[in-house]
């Protein structure tokens, strides 16, 4: 899709000093022991979570080959495409957006040597809103507590998903345990993120997300945690605990769809 | 480009053969690399198998049911004994029954030559599979993050992953830079098939002699697969005699209990060691089987450990393709090598210690084995831990190898 802009638009929901943060990371994406070694850790349990609510959602068996054929999924914040690669594998058309132009390099550079079929843009969800292109599926992981304006944020993925479209974002919660636990523990003790990485007042607390969510006209579906254990590196998803990382799924309101 | 091949498997011994087989029927594009002709193979003298009931389930589940029920001997218990043999059982004799885990036999006996056959008889039959027959891996190089192997014969092709099942101290293991921890046991083994008159009841046995080990393992009511490890000077001594001779010096070892004994079939011999790879993966390359380890052969679990590798591998990729995940992926194949890792150190540091503990002279190491004995019979759950963990019942199981 072809964005015929004349003048530069204006970005409400990106923060240009987390798009420098994230160029400057972009060589350690595909690094299982680098800067991302977290969500390295994190991505099976993400995935796992992800490919069920799809194959719920739109009936798939995950035990073929190609089981999320003919889904299109949109992939906002892909970093070096931790998630998109997984979901083409799978066999959907995916397109993965990120507003960091390094990300973008390195994640079509990651997929073509593995030949993979996936379409990379540096855009923001905004801009690709104002396009008439859908998807089934909007993933959005880790991302909101990196923008500037999450409402509008949200805004936008809503308008970006297709009247039976499915909506999945993760992020971190906003409360003591969290500070402790993801800024403390992980950039400062642990050192599991580079310091700086995470900026706990732009964490969003799971009812404040709700209700965001409401308002883009998203309705919040299910919500669990992603459950951290340090001892073994491994992550775990959980029905109660979502004190400090947790992922949700939306559908379109049926009062707007 | 996708690979026209997933994963490519190199070395077509039983661990890489099946390990392709069950690869192939779970869906993966395989092919299989093999340096000897996969249709004329040659067989190790007189060997054979002690497949846990782990391994058993494990073939079963592939389809081999028939195969074990044709050639397998079920092993309905093991006794262990210290000392001389044909002097009956010393005090601190150890009986594993498989009834104190509930079960029926711990697992069969099986001659290499009708497992090797049936499973290269499984796997041409397997259309899926390409094999590449009377070829070598000259080396593996990484093109843009994708594998290339290159064989011999001037062929390559593009991979995912390599599994490297080419046994002990894996010659393409060491080339691309996996280093092995070395032990060598200054022990032989000698292996060959006697008849015996009386019936052994199914019964396997273990003589700790001073100097090594000498194992019986019933291959049928009135035969067993001797395994008899000795100094390399008593053994290079043995080779030289005619079967004739070899029976007088059979016989003192190997005891009255089962009358009159005799050979069948030819005697083979070879040197032991204990090798172990310092790590079992990195991007693209996973080692499986002896390539990963090479252990004493007292308890017999060198193919079991094996097998173990092959099935945890599978479920490990298997569920990382089901995921969406790069199969290759440094992160997908530490999962495999966290599964199987502590079993290889635990079992090779078990055998390595038996073996030290009934062989060696240092003064003290009688006390060690004679409470070591004690200890293991006279506590039950110990006990239990350890008929589980030689059935191959311990510990996390893969789901190839669970009984159904």
């Known amino acids: ?26 060589e350690e994406w595909w690094n299982p022991k680098g800067k991302f070694k977290p969500l390295h850790q994190m991505n099976p349990t993400r995935l796992d979570y992800i490919n069920s609510q799809i194959m719920l959602e739109f009936d798939r068996d995950l035990t073929e080959t190609f089981p999320f054929k003919g889904l299109s999924i949109l992939d906002i914040g892909c970093g070096g495409g931790l998630l998109t690669e997984p979901m083409a594998r799978l066999g959907a058309n995916v397109h993965g957006i990120d507003v960091a132009e390094k990300n973008v390099l390195v994640a079509k550079e990651h997929a073509r040597n593995l030949g993979l079929d996936i379409k990379y843009e540096k855009t923001s969800s905004e801009e690709l809103a ?18 500037h304006d999450p409402q509008e944020f949200l805004f936008s993925c809503s308008k970006l998903l297709t009247s039976g479209g499915m909506f999945i974002c993760s992020t971190l919660n906003r409360n003591a345990k969290s500070f402790m636990m993801a800024i403390v523990g992980a950039e400062y003790f642990l ?12 964490f969003v607390k799971p009812e404040e997300l709700k209700t965001m969510l409401d308002t883009a006209g998203l309705d919040m ?8 254990n340090p001892f073994f590196s491994e992550w775990s998803i959980s029905d109660r605990d979502f004190d400090v990382n947790y992922i949700t ?7 707007v769809g | 480009m996708k690979p026209e091949f997933e994963i490519v498997v190199v070395g077509g011994g039983l661990v890489g053969s099946l390990l392709t087989h069950s690869l192939s029927r779970a869906g993966f594009k395989v092919a299989l690399i093999e340096k000897g002709d996969q249709q004329k193979r040659t067989f190790h003298t007189g060997r054979a198998f002690a497949l846990s009931l782990a391994s058993c389930n494990y073939l079963k589940a592939l389809g081999f049911v028939d195969i074990l029920e044709q050639y397998g001997n079920p092993i309905k218990g093991v006794i262990v004994t210290e000392g001389e043999a044909g002097k009956g059982s010393r005090e601190g004799i150890l009986e594993f029954m498989p009834s104190e885990i509930g079960e029926e036999s711990f697992g069969c006996m099986i001659q290499e030559e009708n497992l090797l056959e049936a499973v290269g008889e499984r796997l041409k039959k397997n259309k899926a599979v390409r094999i590449f027959s009377k070829t070598a891996v000259e080396d593996a190089v990484f093109d843009d993050g994708s594998l290339i192997v290159n064989l011999s014969k001037g062929k390559s092709i593009p991979t995912e992953l390599l599994a490297i099942c080419d046994g002990s101290q894996s010659n393409l293991g060491s080339r691309l830079g996996y280093s092995y921890i070395k032990k060598n046991y200054r022990q032989r083994a000698i292996t060959c098939t006697v008849r015996h008159e009386k019936s052994n009841e199914g019964l396997a046995y ?9 194992a019986f393992l019933p291959l049928s009511d009135h035969s067993v697969c001797i395994v008899w490890t000795n100094t390399q000077k008593v053994v290079n001594r043995l080779d030289q005699l005619d079967n004739d001779q070899f029976l007088e010096e059979l016989r003192p070892a190997f005891g009255t209990f089962l009358g009159d004994i005799s050979l069948e079939g030819p005697r083979g011999s070879w040197s032991l060691e204990l090798s172990m ?3 079992m993966v990195s991007a693209r390359f996973a080692l499986l089987g002896d390539a990963v380890r090479k252990i004493h052969p007292l308890a017999g679990q060198g193919l079991n450990l094996g097998l173990r590798d092959a099935a945890v591998f599978l479920e490990i990729v298997e569920t990382a393709k089901y995921r969406g995940e790069d199969i290759g992926f440094p992160t997908v194949l530490e999962r495999y090598q966290r599964w199987r890792m502590f079993d290889s150190v635990s079992f090779a540091a078990a055998t390595d210690f038996f073996n030290w503990a009934y062989t060696s002279s240092i003064p003290g190491n009688q006390l060690v084995r004679q409470l070591g004995t004690g200890i293991i019979s006279n506590i039950t759950p110990l006990k239990g831990y350890l008929i589980r963990e030689a059935a191959g019942l311990s510990g996390d199981i893969p789901e190839l190898m669970k009984n159904r």
């Open chain 1, 191 to 202: 050192r599991m993120l580079p310091v700086g990485t995470h900026d706990w007042g732009k």
């Open chain 1, 1 to 26: 899709m072809t964005t015929n802009k004349q003048k530069a638009p204006i970005l409400k929901s990106v923060d240009e000093y987390e798009v420098r943060k994230f160029d400057s990371l972009a």
């Open chain 1, 130 to 147: 104002e396009t008439d292109v859908k998807f089934d599926v909007v993933l959005c992981l880790e991302v909101i507590e990196h923008v």
């Open chain 1, 249 to 255: 799924t939306s559908v379109i309101s049926e009062s």
């Open chain 1, 221 to 228: 579906v299910d919500l669990k945690g992603f459950v951290y």
């Open chain 2, 206 to 214: 273990q003589f700790f002699m001073p100097t090594g080990p000498i």
């Open chain 2, 277 to 279: 790879a310092r790590k």
